[in-house]
């Protein structure tokens, strides 16, 4: 079989397997998994990382979230906090708003150290490709961040 036609069926079979939706998708759109990263910061002591999942949401560019995140600081330890989130888009810019939902670890004790409770992790992002996001972490410090869209298997 010449190589243009096996090159049509594979095309074809994959159209099928992907359907209608992955031909019509935006790829400007920003639904799904993502993974994030900071730049260190604290005087290089601290950075965060985690995931973050947007679901669409009745009005149009806004999209409902959940966030993880983990901070970990050189000498005092990690926190690992779960928290819901607001996700605005304009343009090709996000911004996230988040509220802490369960704090899983948590790097300072609040009895040994008041009032040095977890902060909510806000994002001002700038979509860059259908792949990546940059922008800021806003939260009691900032810090450059990267999201990174997740490639998520079938199963």
Known sequence: MPRVMTAAIAGAALALIAGPAAADADPEDVLGAWTFQTQPYRSG???MSGTMHLSPAPEAGVYGCEL????????????VV???CTARRFGNQVSVRSVIEQMLESKFDEDEHPGLGYVPDNFALTI?????????????????VEFRRSVEGVS
Do not use: N
């Not at 993880?68 to 926190?79: D, I, K, L, P």
């Open 45 to 47: 002591a601290c950075s």
């Open 68 to 79: 993880t995140a983990v901070e970990e600081c050189v000498g005092w330890g990690r926190s």
């Open 82 to 84: 779960v928290q819901s």
């Open 128 to 144: 860059q490709d259908p792949m990546r996001m940059y922008g800021a972490l806003i939260s009691a410090v900032s810090a450059p």
